[in-house]
């Protein structure tokens, strides 16, 4: 089964008042930690949807599998458009495909195999009951997503009932955590400072 990423970062990252792909941790930086973990869950194509300093973010992220695509319209439109324009350019032959932003770093590869292993046509991994990133789509609801025009982006589209969605419950509280704020990249901070104290593999 062929499976590709779209990991959507194009967006200004203003209330972080800084890039955030770019943003170390550990190491390496968020965003390759994002890449990582997809391929370390069998992402064997990855699209990653530029904007704001674009040229810098394909310059970091030279890796291979990699493929870039700019959102030249990144400062006017919202994450649907750049995650539409990442799916209308994945390779055919791909059966599923994750969907994230560029800054939930922390997830793990073993919950992204667990979701793989549900058959439906949207997954969501849940934590204590709180949907988080990516999700994962087949290739029905990538035709869903490209068609949309509604309201509220996807999270609208998948409030429609139009899509068959199965949560996965999971252990992993990375799903929830991104970088939208400073308070929010300090957290991701002390969490990979947990993590790398119980030497985990995803440091």
Sequence with gaps: MAIAAVIAAAGLSARMRDFKPLLRLGHSTVIRHTIDVLKGAGAEHILVVTGYQSVVLERHLLLPGVMF????????????????????ALPSGVERVFVTPADVPLVSPMTLRQMLLAKAQV??????????????????????????????????LLGAGALEVAAVETDDPGILMDADTP?????????QARLQGRGNPRM
């Design 123 to 156: 997954v969501r991994p849940l934590y204590h009951g709180r949907g988080g990133h990516p999700i994962l789509l087949d290739r029905h609801a990538v035709g869903q997503v490209l068609a949309w025009t509604g309201s509220g982006g996807l999270k609208g």
């Design 69 to 88: 695509l700019k959102n030249e319209r990144f400062a006017q439109t919202d994450m649907l458009t750049s995650i539409q324009l990442g799916l209308s």
């Design 183 to 191: 308070q929010d990249y300090k957290r991701l901070l002390a969490y």
